[in-house]
């Protein structure tokens, strides 16, 4: 957990604009959940590429306007 997380908040940190609202653990399914804002729709693919250039495996769930915000979930996997 501890070092996914690391690596979420390194890719976020790294994507001008993205901010990390909320993430949960699931210890059964070794999985990170996280809800994010983005600066424009598109911008979840460079948190997903910023992820995956070390290894991880994620999903991209749906990416939505809320409150005039760009919203998206994804998912951290273990590496295949």
């Known amino acids: 957990f501890i070092d996914t997380s690391a ?6 940190n790294s994507t001008l604009g993205a901010n990390l609202i909320s993430m949960r653990y ?16 598109g911008a ?4 997903k590429r910023a992820i995956e250039s070390v290894g991880l495996n994620v999903d991209l769930g749906d990416t939505r ?9 994804l998912v951290i996997g273990a590496p295949s």
């Open 26 to 41: 699931d210890r059964q399914a070794g999985e990170l959940r996280a809800t994010l804002t983005y600066p424009a729709f």
């Open 44 to 47: 979840d693919l460079d948190v």
């Open 65 to 73: 306007l809320e409150d005039g915000r760009v919203v998206g979930d």
């Open 7 to 12: 690596v979420l908040y390194g890719a976020v």
